[in-house]
């Protein structure tokens, strides 16, 4: 599957959750960025594990997040996350100062093909 960066500021932390599982006990923050376009999408993305952590992310931030995309089914159902497993924070001096000029929000790693998609 090819890998997608989503660049925006974080504008909401939802709360942490966390409980146990098989493989023992497990954390995840959600968080919401909005990108930085003419037409700005909000996105949800979710982190796990030791990067909640680890990317200790704060509402304001303007981040690039490498994201993957996955898909499972429930009772029928299907439902996708989209899972940060990479963020890389950005220094704009101010909240309320704009990041650098984003054409797309989304940016499909060169380095993979369209034939790997599961769907």
Not at 4 to 13: F, T
Not at 14 to 30: A, F, R, T, V
Not at 54 to 69: H, K, M, P, R
Not at 89 to 100: E, L
Request: hydrophobic letters at 35%; aromatic letters at 10%.
């Amino acid at each position: 599957m090819n890998n997608m960066e989503l660049k925006g500021r974080v504008i909401q932390l939802l709360p942490l959750q966390s409980g146990m599982g098989k493989k023992g006990p497990w954390k995840k923050q959600e968080f919401i960025v909005e990108t930085q376009s003419q037409y700005p999408k909000k996105v949800c993305l979710s982190v796990w594990g030791d990067k909640v952590d680890q990317f200790n992310l704060a509402v304001g931030q303007f981040v690039t997040a490498a994201v993957e995309l996955e898909s499972r089914e429930y009772n029928g159902r299907w439902y996708t996350e989209a899972r940060a497993w990479k963020i890389e924070k950005h220094n704009t001096g101010s909240v309320d100062s704009p990041p650098p000029a984003m054409d797309e929000p989304f940016v499909a790693d060169s380095n993979n093909t369209a034939d790997d998609l599961p769907f």
